[in-house]
């Protein structure tokens, strides 16, 4: 059977890792495209060179053709600007969507039978214009946020626990900005809920306040170090989960920026829910029951995404 075929759109610093990741677990054989001539060829040659010491059976070819993404069964999609310190993820919008109009037609042209996962900035405004300029099935565009999210939560409850972060599961919610929902009731070591963790003194709740706003301002923590662009390999490494989980048809459950259209109360929208992801893309939102709380965060979370939603149509009329 011939091997499947992973289109990286964009070959920058996430675009790049996403490349070396897909090539050392094999998932693929990977083109990366960019419009910046020479970039996609020199990482391209350069993780492919990599292989014979790594050990892996795969091709990497760079691109600054559309055409060579025909046939691509998954599209990872990182083109555009990141943020630097002092931004947020919406102040990328302008520029951001009029590269997600070029991709867009790129993959209705080229790979519109692709399973296509947007990473670029701010998440749940470009994932819905990608789709809008694609015109792709619904179910087959989605967004990566919620598995990032997650692991940065999980990461810091491991180190608050000193536990493996393997046993630490947790769930992060909504938009994938300073509004996200990381659900604490829903998070979990080895199956115990962190509410409980806190009645047993494993940790306290002002402690665990603390970590739940890390983890909102996990991408800016970041930034504010690196100084000139974002995180890329925990989002590469996000992104990948997904991408393997519909190559594999996993059956994942996995939180995910998707198209929701009655469950969570929601009409026809992109923000971060739970959801299953195998060989059919999304193929179940995880309709989760929210506490007032809960609810309260998440209602304000799609505000702040349809506000950028909005924002997007005011700046392209055709989007409205
Ligand atoms: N088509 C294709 N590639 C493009 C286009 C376009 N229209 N416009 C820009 N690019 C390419 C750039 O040439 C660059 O190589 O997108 C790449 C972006 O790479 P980086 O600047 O290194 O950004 P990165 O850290 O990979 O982040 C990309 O993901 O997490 C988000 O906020 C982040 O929006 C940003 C995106």
Known sequence: MARPKIALIG??????????LAAIKELGDIILFDIAEGTPQG?????????????FDASLKGANSYADI????????TAGVPRKPGMSRDDLLGINL?????????????????????????????????????????????????????????HFLSVEFNVSMRDVTAFVLGGHGDTMVPLVRYSTVGGIPLPDLVAMGWTTQEKL????????????????LLKTGSAFYAPAQSAIEMAEAFLKDQKRLLPCAAYVDGAL?????????????????IERIVDIKMNADEQAMFTKSVDAVNGLVAACKAIDPSLA
Not at 11 to 20: C, R, S
Not at 43 to 55: V, W
Not at 265 to 281: D, E, F, Q, R
């Open 11 to 20: 070959a920058g610093q996430i675009g790049g890792t996403l490349a070396h």
């Open 43 to 55: 990482k391209a040659l350069d993780i492919a060179q990599s292989g014979p010491s790594a050990g």
């Open 70 to 77: 025909a046939g691509a069964d998954v599209c990872i999609v």
């Open 98 to 154: 009029k590269v997600m109009k070029a991709v867009g037609e790129g993959l209705k042209a080229h790979a519109p039978n692709a399973f296509v996962i947007c990473i670029t900035n701010p998440l749940d405004a470009m994932v819905w214009a990608l789709r809008e300029f694609s015109g792709l099935p619904h179910h087959m565009v989605v967004g990566m946020a919620g598995v990032l999210d997650s692991a940065r939560f999980r």
């Open 209 to 224: 306040d603390g970590i739940v706003q890390r983890t909102r301002d996990g991408g800016a923590e970041i930034v504010g």
């Open 265 to 281: 109360g929601l009409k026809g929208m992109y923000v971060g829910v739970p959801t299953i992801i195998g060989a059919g893309g």
